[in-house]
RNA sequence: GCUCGUGUGGCGGAAUCGGCAGACGCAGCGGACUUAAAAUCCGCGGGAUCACCAUCCUUGCCGGUUCGAGUCCGGCCACGAGCACCA
């Protein structure tokens, strides 16, 4: 017998399966629909960057091809795509320090990429490869724009956004991580820009009622209702002396009563309408303190600890509507003007923020709700506390109180029930060359215009200097001959758009694209769409929970409001995969010098090793470091599987020494497969093994059920073997393995006999034996017996098949 | 600070419903084979006391519920992730 060479195994197979298509999935087509039932499974495809795939990339596809590989022999019509979310700042920064074109980059890196997915035997459709930087792509990303657009969901707007002065672009919330740039980790700065923007905020309440209804891990969940961050409240009008109301937003209009002070934002428009009419006695103060604001970077706004700042604005005054307290405004930036009203009222009784800012300036503080002490801290328990001071709220509770407080608000029209959302309107726009061109053009006259739909794409022209600039212009705007168009309403001179869009939007709908990639007249048939809809299981990482994953649910959810998608919500189920570590348990990076090439694992052990590796590394949510040593361990098992064949005897049913082992493999793989639990699935098939080789050999029937249960981790090897002892057919061919239940149970069993919870003695039972006949054996066990001897028995417990356990008194 | 998650041998981890803790693998030790080494095969393998039999201890810590707790409840501690002046 041959010895397991898998370079020429693995390179034979790939070849097939290319060659015959085999991981095709069938299309619907003119109505006429696939016979079998569909299943689609994703991995987030990934940006094509230069350094190539690392050895956490294949964890998450391989989890899925596993799923794939396994609905298919169960007689799924099954769609597992890849494809390349390619535009994209690294990419660009290459090309500028090397000086080729991005699009020559992407194309290297991609082929670098496919080179080393194949490598690796997915059961990828190539046939449906996407590529978010193709026109034929990115023409539908700008037609979703447009529909956008065209919905009032997207708006240009001046304001004031993230900045990172290394990249030179303009960051989303979501891309600013602790006040720096989640790419670069430079500190971000704040730039008054006008942007594009997207207004998810219209869908918060969409996205997450949404999460109701999907199977999501529960992390994941709560990630996003997090990062939706929905609170209910009232928003209260206060009067002022200057005669303009100022309303302010509260979660908690029961303690009213206790506003001492308001405080608006140093941006607040009322601040700048009184200091233009001269209304403010110390203008000069209220300036410094805004210009203060602004210099200041996001971080260094909102970073926690800081003592609270401010400036009263001298010559207006708040009037508080439950009691008409004339009460101080105060601006102070650790009030928000992009949340709530960007105003406040203040209550330090029952506030730690407000408890702090009355302290530093030395502003009186009622208790108006009982149940702490106002003069250590502020006190905001709204389970135990019962108001007091307040007027017609007095012995209530905290949670009848905001309830009642509401409803007087609004008999008596001085405020109203309000919901708020911390999720924020996308910023949309980014001045960079290597991004899908903004189909818009600005005419004098008309103001903004969209591109009509018949003259998409508008391509990304030739350009010859990619840098950024420091002025925050897109290199595209230097292109006067592509900038200079016609308005598209009055066709008088206009001028085109020339930021880009962000790297999220391409994958916002690439697993629309999926269903239907060579679709030229819509995303995708609304055949295929409704086929294919939704995706039943999406793998990706925790990174991409409130970027991606919410954004593409938006895109999803406004495409199905507009008619276009026919379903609510994307995907069905979603899962995460942890991190594969570096040796030393550290992030792998190449600044760190840890990082495992999978070309060379592959090189030295084979594709099907390392596929089994990344599955049996742990616990497939969890981080898990690389160990190079273990490796051998699947090695060693793969070998030991190809050696078998010398083991080979005649037998077409399982042997009965065998039998319920085999049958409760079969159940635990399945089991364990669509559970994401691969590791304890090798661990079930390297016991069977270990069966085998103790016995001295394997019965034909007891290898083929191996090797399907197998086939999903090592696909080359299985098929080798299968082609080799001519099973018949090819592996993709046949079916998965079934068990029967009643044969995964033993008949005989050995049970522990416990007395008081101390285990005395195993036994042999046969499984169904009566239970008095067991505790009659328990209690004349010769270990157990003398035990017994002169004590009171009070109790006896038996599990069937598992233990018995007898409670004496001395 | 808030939200979520995780703590089990030298290491990765298993225990799916409250019922034998440590499956499977790595590393290690002993043996076989070999001139030798590698590879392979067989055996051992949480800790303490112990010649052996055996007994006791053990799932981050403290307590509780239970005949029985890694698993459930309460309180701590540590680590990780996310959010972070969101009123």
Known sequence: ??????????????????????????????????????????????????????????RSYTALDLVARKKRLEGYNVLYPMGWDAFGLPTENYAIQHRIHPATVTRENISHFRRQLKSLGFSFDWSREVNTTDPNYYRFTQWIFLQFYKAGLAYKKEMSVNWCPSCKVVLANEEVVEGCCERCGTETTQRVKSQWMLRITDYAQKLLDGLDDVDFISRVKTQQRNWIGRSTGAEVYFATTAGDALNVYTTRPDTLFGAMYMVVSPEHELVEKWLDEGIIQNAADVRAYQDEAKRKSDFERTEINKDKTGVRLEGVDGINPVNDEVIPIFISDYVLTSYGTGAI????????????????????????????????FAFIDIDTGIMMNSGFLNGLHVKDAIVKMTDWLEENNLGHRRVNYRLRDWVFSRQRYWGEPIPM??????????????????????????????????????????????????????????????????????????????????????EAMEYWLPVDWYNGGMEHTTLHLLYSRFWNQFLYDQGIVPVKEPYKRRTSHGMILGENGEKMSKSRGNVVNPDDVIHEYGADTLRLYEMFIGDFEKPA???????????????????????????????????????????????????????????????????????????????????????????????????????????????????????TKEDEVEIVIQVNGRIRARVMILRDMPEEDVLKIARENENVAPQLAGKQELKAIYVPGRLVNIVVKA
């Open 1 to 58: 017998m041959d010895q397991y060479r898998f370079s020429e195994i693995e390179k034979k197979w790939q070849e097939r399966w290319e060659a015959s298509g085999v991981f095709h999935a069938e299309q619907p087509c003119d109505g006429k629909v696939p016979e079998k039932p569909k299943f689609y499974c994703l991995i987030e495809f990934p940006y094509p960057s230069g350094q190539g795939l690392h050895v956490g990339h294949p």
């Open 441 to 526: 053009v600005y005419c004098e006259t008309c103001g903004w215009q969209p591109l009509p739909e018949d003259q998409l794409p508008l391509l990304l022209p030739e350009v010859k200097s990619y840098e950024p600039t420091d002025t925050g212009e897109s290199p595209l705007a230097s292109l006067t001959e592509w900038v200079n168009t016609t308005c598209p309403r009055c066709g008088g001179p206009a001028k085109r758009e020339t930021d880009t869009m962000p790297q999220w939007a391409g994958s916002s709908w690439y697993f629309i694209r999926y269903t239907d990639p060579q679709c030229e007249t819509a995303i995708a048939s609304r």
């Open 345 to 376: 009222m203040a209550v330090p009784g029952h506030d730690d923020r407000d408890y702090e800012f009355a302290k530093v300036f030395d502003l009186p503080i009622r208790c108006v709700v009982e149940g702490g002490d106002i003069t250590e």
């Open 625 to 743: 470091p690389w160990n190079t040593s273990s490796i051998r361990g699947c090695s060693r098992f793969l070998e030991r599987v190809f050696d078998l064949q010398n083991k080979l005897i005649d037998g077409d049913s399982y042997r009965s020494d065998l039998e319920t082992l085999m049958h409760q493999t079969i159940k635990k793989v399945s089991y364990d497969i669509d559970h994401l639990k691969g590791n304890t699935a090798i661990a079930q098939l390297m016991t069977l093994i270990n069966r085998f080789y103790d016995a001295g050999s394997v019965n034909q029937a007891e290898y083929k059920t191996f090797l399907l249960l197998l086939n999903p981790f090592a696909p080359h090897i299985t098929e080798e073997i299968w082609e080799r002892q001519a099973f018949g057919g090819r592996v993709t061919d046949q079916s998965w393995p079934v068990y029967d239940e009643e044969k």
